[in-house]
């Protein structure tokens, strides 16, 4: 485990874009964030599928990550591309992203020493957003409402870049639900169940740091 004062100065390197890391079973440099912390901004873009109540819709989502801790998320979801449903035909969604273990674990030092089992148990987070939904015949945004989920990601390398295949769950509630406190019909709440195909990216976008450059 780390000290305070060790905790304290890798941030400080974190902040300045440079790596730390660690001596392996045989004295090589090991990266123990996975490449997590090379850079400073986490790009993701993936498309899936999303299991509903009235039917599958196609999900397309994007996500900018900030150290792989917290960043914002948005996916898009279309009935069509299974023949249609008798639920939402389309589906935009918005919100915020937080994913609280990674920087603990990691400044603390409890790796398991296994990149991909760190890197899923690192992925588990929430997320809070806002919905548009066009009913079947209606307008798109015409249903307005709020989300509440949860997923895990799985690598399929031993390293942050690369392909990731995401599980994700949420609940819906209509603007109407939330406002009164009750539920008045099936339309008012949702269930989804989303998989999805992703390519995970991380860059150098000197958020913190702007105009700085890693020590060479």
């Known amino acids: 485990m780390r000290s305070a004062s060790e905790r304290a100065g890798l941030l400080v390197l974190v902040a300045a874009g440079v790596v730390p890391r660690s001596a392996g079973a045989e004295g090589e440099l090991v990266d123990t964030s996975y490449g997590r912390v090379a850079g400073d901004v986490g ?19 994007l996500h900018l990550r900030y150290l792989d801790t917290v960043g914002l998320v948005a996916s898009y979801e279309d009935a069509e ?15 915020v992203e937080l994913r609280p273990l990674f920087l603990y674990r990691w400044l603390q030092g409890h790796e398991t020493g ?11 987070g929430i997320d809070l957003g806002a919905v548009a939904e ?13 989300e509440l989920g949860a997923g895990v990601e799985l690598p399929l390398l031993q390293s942050a870049n690369g392909p990731w295949v995401g599980l994700y ?7 109407g639900a939330m406002g009164a406190g009750v539920l008045d019909g099936p339309n008012d709440r949702e269930v ?17 740091d702007f105009g700085d450059r890693a020590p060479r």
């Open 43 to 61: 790009l993701v873009a993936g498309v899936g599928a999303v299991v509903a109540e009235h039917g599958p819709r196609g999900r397309v989502e």
């Open 81 to 95: 591309v299974f023949g249609g449903s008798v639920g939402p035909e389309r589906v935009l969604a918005g919100g």
């Open 114 to 124: 296994r990149p991909r089992l760190d890197l899923a148990i690192d992925s588990i």
């Open 134 to 146: 066009q009913p079947s015949g209606a307008g798109f945004a015409s249903r307005a409402g709020f």
């Open 169 to 175: 769950g949420a609940v819906r509630w209509s603007e």
């Open 192 to 208: 989804i169940l989303a998989i999805t195909l992703a390519w995970h990216q991380v860059v150098s976008g000197h958020v913190v």
